[in-house]
């Protein structure tokens, strides 16, 4: 995993008027390193529709799909993993629900690193690093002297380290030197609308040191 990781946050594109599957075409136009669902205020039964509808179009486009929070629904929908809270089901139990799924683990702070890189994630995920618009009752900043201890952290490990919170093409710089990919949601709809989102989007996949 490296470069960009791509989150569709359905809540923050439908303040915006943006349905989810058009945006996930033009996202799948720059081909990043993977793509999350995340639909926090949506139903069970809409959250699954749309992950399988998803699921089948990064499938196509041979990028890694992940849902957000449910392994059950990553499994119903034929995702490849599931990315987990800090209040979701621990490593342990997500397992034992889909024991062939990819998952993935969000981290706030050092000590919620350690714990989890002794669970062994396929990726972790740290932040966040910058302050961020999309989740405004989020964790408090970490900054990038801790993501680099957390890198230091994760390179020992051999876990892939994806930061988060607050990225945009003017940090992705700064961002690639420490972890392996960088999960962006609302520098991902420039103001001009989806018909700029590709372009953004392979402008932070290279600079967050995709390929």
Request: aromatic letters at 4%; proline letters at 6%.
């Amino acid at each position: 995993m490296r470069g960009l990781y791509a989150i569709v946050d359905c809540d923050y594109l439908a303040a915006r008027g943006v349905a989810p599957l058009p945006f996930l075409d033009r996202l799948l136009g720059a081909h990043p390193a993977a793509i999350q669902l995340r639909a926090k205020s949506a139903g069970a039964r809409v959250t699954l529709e749309l992950a399988r509808a998803m699921s089948v179009a990064c499938r196509a486009a041979a990028v890694p799909f992940f849902v957000n929070d449910r392994p059950d629904l990553g499994l119903l929908s034929g995702s490849v993993g599931v990315h987990l809270g800090q209040h979701d089901l621990s490593l342990e139990d997500a397992r034992r629900v889909g024991p062939t799924l990819r998952l993935g683990v969000s981290t706030h702070r050092l000590e919620e690193v350690e714990r989890a890189l002794a669970e062994r994630p396929q990726y972790l995920a740290f932040g966040p690093v910058f302050a961020t618009a999309s989740k405004p009752d989020g964790e408090p900043v970490v900054g990038l002297v801790a993501l680099a201890s957390a890198a230091q952290r994760c390179r020992q490990a051999g876990v892939p380290l994806v930061a988060i919170g607050g990225i945009d093409e003017a940090r992705a710089g700064q961002v690639a030197l420490l972890a392996d990919a960088g999960a962006v949601i609302s520098a991902l709809l420039p103001a001009g609308g989806l018909s700029e989102v590709t372009a953004t989007a392979r402008r932070l996949h290279s600079a967050l040191g995709g390929r």
